[in-house]
Nanobody, 126 residues
Framework: VQLQAYGGGLVQAGGSLRLSCTAS????????MGWFRQSPGKEREFVSV????????YYADSVKGRFTISGNNAKNTVWLQMNSLKPEDTAVHYC????????????????????WGQGTLVTSPG
């Protein structure tokens, strides 16, 4: 199983980036895919996840109203549109996937996800 994430880069505060992640080798159509991020010296934190069954999307409070997650279940692909980027968004962003449907109260927990991508760096200097 491989999760290939890309789309990171350097963008000034207030700018936009779009991250993409495609999974291969296994289907996640009954589960969930999404994004976590980690800054130097910090714990990995939840950003956003979409549960394929029902299409529910979840966001960290810090990104609500600025980030939008979407995806194509049939293609095992998820996107994260990031607008109004802030310096605090600077981090390595990791794609994550889970084969079975997580309960809504657990979607923010990193250990719920079985598969991880290699990470893509987003830098938004102030």
């Amino acid at each position: 199983v491989q999760l290939q994430a890309y789309g990171g880069g350097l963008v000034q505060a207030g700018g936009s980036l779009r991250l993409s992640c495609t999974a291969s080798g296994r289907t996640f159509s009954s589960g969930a895919m999404g994004w976590f991020r980690q800054s130097p010296g910090k714990e990995r934190e939840f950003v956003s996840v979409i549960r394929w069954s029902g299409g529910s999307a979840y966001y960290a409070d810090s990104v609500k109203g600025r980030f939008t997650i979407s995806g194509n279940n049939a293609k095992n692909t998820v996107w994260l549109q990031m607008n109004s980027l802030k310096p605090e968004d600077t981090a390595v962003h990791y794609c994550a996937a889970r084969e079975s449907r997580p309960i809504s109260t657990a979607v923010t927990i990193a250990t719920m996800y079985n598969y991880w991508g290699q990470g893509t760096l987003v830098t938004s200097p102030g």
